[in-house]
């Protein structure tokens, strides 16, 4: 499976450092030196105005934001997980100001598939000079995802899975919990996708993918590239501990096509009906519950700032 960044030179460019540079951070996540180092690379960088936001949860992210944009920054830094990333990314969507990713936390699956290291000096050199790719984004009920989005047993997975465990077990952690918590629940699933009829039967879970490596590390779809325009769907009929085992173990290894419990295309607008309400999540971040699902793809909704392709 690659999970590669793919070249699109239309969409790219370089940029210096620019002159109003806004830091919106999770004070609870840790980077490289924290962000006392950020505040020193920043001002050595030759950052001409810094606007400086801290947040204790990353649903407070997008006010900071919005007074960022307020304020006139030319580029924001998202200093976080996936789920500060994914508040941040809904929030710049169609803004055209550049996003900088500073992967602090557990889980930075957008900043790893675009090949941003986990290493605080190099980001942010990347943020303040590497290229701007405009990137797709996924948009589900209204709300923009990055990484992925999914409803059902993902959904109460990703509800049920314990912080520390992820952190220490990573796609581990999710076959692991996701063993603990089946009830092997499948429902009445409908599925439509670009105008037509997909699936139409009993289904325990859906994914949609913007790119190959998904929640908990676990490589589940082979093609994503979050700047072709479209998403990868996936549905899952597995259902009981020995059906899931066979699902979560193959797609663990990145072979999740291999599993006969699973289905997958690729299109750029879903709608999905339940015939009861299933707890849906974005990027990692579990939301509430939902009888209906509108998902679509945002193409070039977002500009990110991502390493060279020679790196």
């Not at 030319?74 to 990314?89: N, P, S, T, Y």
Request: include cysteine; charge should be positive; aromatic fraction near 6%.
């Amino acid at each position: 499976m690659s999970t590669s960044t793919v070249d699109r030179p239309a969409t790219e460019t370089s940029a210096p450092p620019a002159g109003v540079v806004a830091v919106v951070a999770h004070r609870k996540k840790t980077f490289g030196g924290g962000l006392d180092e950020l505040r020193a690379n920043l001002v050595a960088a030759g950052v001409g105005q810094l606007l400086w936001y801290e947040v204790p949860k990353s649903r407070k992210a997008p006010k900071k934001v919005r007074k960022a944009l307020g304020k006139g920054a030319e580029l924001v830094l998202v200093w976080g997980g996936d789920g500060m990333v994914q508040r941040c990314a809904d929030t710049l969507a169609g803004s055209d100001v550049p996003m900088g990713i500073l992967p602090a936390g557990t889980a930075n699956l957008f900043a790893t598939n675009l090949g941003i290291p986990a290493d605080l000096p190099e980001a942010v050199r990347i943020a303040l000079h590497g290229r701007r790719r405009e990137l797709d984004l996924g948009r589900l009920n209204g709300e923009h995802f990055a990484v992925m989005a999914g409803a059902g047993f993902d959904g109460d997975l990703i509800r049920d899975a314990d912080r520390e465990l992820k952190g220490r077990l990573g796609r581990i952690a999710y076959v692991w919990t996701g063993l603990r918590h089946v009830r092997g629940e499948c429902v009445r699933t409908r599925i439509r996708v670009d105008g037509a009829d997909w699936f139409d039967g009993e289904a325990s879970c859906v994914l949609f993918g913007n790119v190959g490596t998904i929640t908990g590390g676990i490589p589940a779809f082979d093609d994503a590239r979050p700047d072709d325009g479209a998403l990868e769907i996936g549905v899952s009929t597995a259902s009981g501990a020995v059906d899931w085992a066979r699902t979560l173990g193959r797609m663990a290894a990145g072979r999740s096509e291999e599993s006969p419990f699973v289905r997958i295309t690729r299109g750029r607008k879903v709608t999905v009906r339940f015939a009861e309400p299933k707890t849906y999540e974005l990027d990692g971040g579990a939301r509430g519950t939902a009888k209906k699902l509108k998902v679509k793809t945002v193409p070039g909704a977002l500009t990110v700032c991502c390493p060279d392709p020679a790196e």
